[in-house]
């Protein structure tokens, strides 16, 4: 059966591979902006507690925020008020500087790529004129508009020839959370929105998306807001992560590194999870590491993990193998060296021993402060 036509056919590689994209990313234009939450509040009229209450941070211009909390603790009423899908109760929004509650509604919309669960791309229109939705709303000319069409879906991996006049009926999960991706990036926004983006995709595809959509974020560096319910995708996809309480509180607002060396309190490090010491080991890849040289280990080694995995995924190779030292091989196959369980547990005591330097460096720096 012929599925090039169906839903049955994933398709190339989701985004563009290191080095296979790269000069049509560069043609691509691409801005980012700061945005930053000055003590928003969100009130709805009945209820006696806020669903925001007074959050305030920063996303530098060019970086994933990824909101996380249990149920109820306004993640996305976070969201949906930055683009104003939701009226903010009192508290200020600047984007690029500038207050988004000085702006037309519609406008500021159009000037936000969103991608929600289920993409949410029009059953009736082609993928071409879903990504052109904007572009076209915005006034661009049909030739710019049909430029930028081809360029995004050479950006997403599909043939534009191709894929252009498909449905969205006609592709698979996987397929139109792309498109909807490149819909997003159509009008070259200064922030993108993503609630739970994901969430609806399956296991093994969920994973791939995952790395691609950071592999095309290290090209085109867009301001992004991720929304998740899940710990392990926040920590994998945020440069920075808010987590929420209950009522829309902020219980800590940080780099995963730090909030799983350093949570704020009781309630982070139980969101968080006992095991956050093994989901250390997802921030660093293999070839972070020094490794053993090949030789120095006598016992021929079957398993092999690439030098781009995590420390995390290397782990259970290694444990898959019954403890024994894996292969670290480079993009070709080569050799690197030999990761074993003693390099890793070097490698969590001199994080553990560089954290508490710092730690005790600020408390310094903070008696001074207070001396002075």
Not at 60 to 88: D, F, H, Q, Y
Request: proline share 5%; net charge negative.
């Amino acid at each position: 059966m012929d599925t090039s036509h169906t839903a049955h056919n994933e398709g190339p590689s989701a985004f563009a591979k290191p080095g296979e994209q790269g000069s049509k990313a560069a043609q691509l234009e691409s801005k980012a902006a700061e945005l930053e939450l000055q003590r928003v509040s969100k009130r709805y009229d009945g209820q006696r507690e806020p669903a925001i209450g007074d959050l305030s941070f920063t996303v530098p211009a060019g970086e994933v925020c990824v909101l996380v909390g249990p149920s109820g603790s306004g993640k996305t009423t976070a969201m949906r008020l930055i683009n104003r899908m939701i009226s903010i109760t009192s508290g200020d929004i600047l984007l690029g500087g500038s207050s988004v509650l000085e702006r037309d509604a519609r406008e500021l919309r159009r000037e936000i790529g969103y991608v929600i669960q289920q993409t949410g791309l029009f059953p009736h229109q082609t993928v071409g004129e879903n990504i052109a939705t904007v572009p076209g709303l915005l006034g661009w000319p049909k030739q710019r508009i049909a430029d930028r069409v081809h360029e995004l879906l050479e950006l997403i991996g599909f043939d534009p020839e191709e894929m252009a006049g498909r449905y969205p009926a006609q592709l698979s999960g996987g397929q139109r959370q792309r498109v909807g991706v490149a819909r997003a990036l159509a009008a070259d926004p200064p922030l993108m929105l993503m609630d739970e983006p994901f969430g609806a995709i399956d296991p093994i595809n969920r994973a791939r998306l995952q790395d691609e959509f950071l592999a095309l974020q290290r090209m085109v560096k867009k301001t992004i807001v991720f929304v998740t319910h899940d710990i392990d995708e926040a920590i994998k996809m945020g440069d920075r992560i808010v987590i929420l309480r209950d009522g829309g509180q902020l219980a800590q607002y940080d780099t995963p590194r730090e909030i799983l060396i350093h949570p704020a309190d009781d309630f982070v490090a139980q969101f968080v999870g006992a095991d956050r010491g093994i989901k250390r080991l997802s921030l660093t890849t293999v070839g972070e590491l020094k490794l053993a040289a090949p030789e120095s280990v006598t016992q021929a080694q079957a398993a092999t993990v690439p030098a781009q995995a995590s420390v995390k995924d290397a782990l259970s190779a290694i444990l898959t193998a019954g403890g024994e030292a894996v292969s670290v091989v480079d993009p070709d196959g080569r050799v690197l060296g030999m990761l074993t369980l003693g390099l890793i547990e070097q490698m969590l005591v001199a994080e553990t021993a560089q954290a508490a330097h710092e730690a005790s460096v600020e408390a310094a720096a903070c008696s001074s402060e207070v001396s002075a």
